[in-house]
């Protein structure tokens, strides 16, 4: 299979699944909430769907500024502490519970392990130089 062929077939989204509810979690349910999805999200905290809540209730306001979808509403957000229920009927899924240990990409140029530079930042300095 060639690169980028499995995503040919055009699929409608209007479900949204997000695994992880802390920050970047919380700001892509409300970013998808003011687009107009229905938003799934999970969590295993015991308190990350008052803390989710609290996050969309405050930034409504400065993410409707940008510009609401026609049907765009906070009530569209639902909260399960059941993976599998949340990613059941997603037509597309947001995880953001990954560390930076297993994300390169979350790596800066400054990040340091134990004192050390990471490879990810010793990467960026040589391609800068």
Not at 57 to 79: C, M, Q, T, V
């Amino acid at each position: 299979m060639r690169y980028g062929t499995a995503f040919n077939a055009y699929k409608p989204v209007h479900r949204v699944a997000i695994v992880g509810t802390g920050t970047i979690g919380a700001a892509s349910a409300t970013h998808y909430l003011v687009r107009g999805f229905d938003v799934m999200t999970t969590d295993t905290s015991p308190t990350a769907e008052t803390a989710l809540r609290s996050y969309v209730e405050a930034a409504w306001d400065a993410a409707a500024s940008i510009g609401l979808a026609p049907d765009a509403s906070p009530e569209r957000l639902s909260f399960t502490a059941d993976l599998r229920q949340a990613l059941a009927d997603a037509d597309f899924d947001r995880r953001t519970h990954l560390s930076a240990r297993s994300s390169r990409s979350s790596c800066s140029p400054t990040s340091t392990t134990r004192g050390r530079r990471t490879r990810s930042s010793r990467r960026v300095r040589r391609a800068s130089r």
